[in-house]
């Protein structure tokens, strides 16, 4: 009999416990608490997005300026892997950010088919990666925080001054890490895709940012993504 009473005790204990961890993830959750680092701000070469097999659609607002746009800022963690989709209760809502839409298309243009506004893209970003800072960052603070961020790297800047254009020329990953690190004091990331023809291409450039998002920072852990060749195209747009 006390054998069962103290079963029933183990029992209720435990069910007590399992309760209590169950309301703490909810209240971890609910409170936003933070579940990352730092964030990954990764802009994108158009000319590089649109010479590959999948080619690309120019967004309804005509052709982006040859610059580098926004991909997306990323929550990451420091062993390397992240948070995603943190909140499906927070879907897009263009209405938050209109007063940053200009901003957007000219900043952080689509190329994706079919033609479209951009708005899939931004949605896709904030669902995925935003709403997983919104410990940070609210919708608009979010968005805010990309542009502000992209503007103070003037990475394409960076390269002229080095010499290194998008002209369908070739240079070497140090040449193109180099230029980037001279010209805005961090060094990026540098993921590779390939041309129509297998050229090993620059695509993406990978940069770190602060847990609040609001500085730079010296990378703790690379992406992965794809190596780059040994000579690096830096295609027109
Ligand atoms: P991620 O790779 O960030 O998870 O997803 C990017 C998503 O956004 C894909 O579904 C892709 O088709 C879409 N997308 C729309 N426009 C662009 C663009 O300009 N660049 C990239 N990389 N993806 C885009
Ligand atoms: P891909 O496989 O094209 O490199 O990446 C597909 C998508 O997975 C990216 O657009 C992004 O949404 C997500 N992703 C890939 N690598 C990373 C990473 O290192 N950190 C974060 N936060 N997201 C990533």
């Not at 896709?124 to 960052?137: I, N, P, R, S, Y």
Request: net charge negative; aromatic share 12%.
């Amino acid at each position: 009999m006390a054998a069962m009473a103290a079963r029933a005790s183990q029992l209720i204990t435990l069910g007590a416990v399992l309760v209590l961890a169950l309301a703490l993830a909810e209240v971890d959750r609910c409170s936003g608490a933070q579940d990352y680092d730092f964030f990954f701000l990764v802009l994108q070469w158009p000319g590089s997005y649109c010479d590959t097999r999948q080619s690309c659609c120019y967004p309804r607002s005509g052709k982006p300026a040859a610059d580098f746009g926004i991909h997306g800022l990323w929550p990451n963690r420091d062993d390397g892997s992240y948070p995603q989709n943190c909140n499906p209760d927070r879907e897009f809502d263009s209405s938050k950010v209109s007063d940053l839409l200009g901003s957007l298309r000219a900043q952080w243009p689509t190329l994706a088919c079919p033609a479209n506004d951009g708005l899939r893209f931004w949605a896709h970003e904030w669902e995925k990666h935003g709403t997983c800072a919104e410990d940070v960052f609210n919708e608009h603070g979010y968005f805010q925080a990309a542009l502000r961020l992209r503007a103070q790297l003037r990475v394409l800047g960076a390269l002229r001054d080095a010499g290194v254009h998008p002209d369908g020329g070739y240079y070497s990953l140090a040449q193109v890490k180099d230029a980037i690190q001279r010209g805005t004091g961090f060094e990026p990331f540098v993921d590779c895709n390939r041309d129509e023809s297998g050229n090993s291409q620059l695509y993406q450039l990978y940069f770190c940012v602060d847990a609040a998002g609001s500085r730079f920072i010296d990378c703790p852990v690379s992406p992965g993504g794809r190596p780059c060749g040994a000579r690096i195209e830096f295609p027109a747009f």
